[in-house]
Nanobody
Framework: QVQLKESGGGLVQPGGSLRLSCVFSGSNFAFYSMAWYRQTSGKQREWVAA???????SFVDSVRGRFFISRDNDKNTVYLEMDDLQPEDTAVYYC?????????????????WGQGTQVTVSS
């Protein structure tokens, strides 16, 4: 019943920008804390940006100042604005739920994921 669909990825040069979207199909979107995660080959999913049901935001140090997360509860959508992209940002990006009592890292092993969207940063 739960469905998440990510979109907006692509190929950009270093210094470029992208905006990712994640649409949630279901009920009570406004009650959920949501985060963006990324995964590269051979690694586990790692969170990069998070937003609580109360719209408090947080970021990992490597993206702070370059990425921004927001949500539109009327559209059941969470966004990730990415600026000044670097090659190390290359990954498949996913959105997912997390427990606000434990932090966004607690959602890394969620059972519910969309297909993800590929972000590639290369000259």
């Amino acid at each position: 019943q739960v469905q998440l669909k990510e979109s907006g990825g692509g190929l950009v040069q270093p210094g470029g920008s992208l905006r990712l979207s994640c649409v949630f199909s279901g009920s009570n979107f406004a009650f959920y804390s949501m985060a963006w995660y990324r995964q590269t080959s051979g690694k586990q999913r790692e969170w990069v940006a998070a937003i609580t049901s109360g719209s408090a935001i947080s970021f990992v140090d490597s993206v702070r100042g370059r990425f921004f997360i927001s949500r539109d509860n009327d559209k059941n959508t969470v966004y990730l604005e990415m600026d000044d992209l670097q090659p190390e940002d290359t990954a498949v990006y996913y959105c997912g739920f997390y427990d606000s009592r434990s932090g966004p890292a607690s959602g890394s092993r969620n059972a519910y994921w969309g297909q993800g969207t590929q972000v590639t940063v290369s000259s």
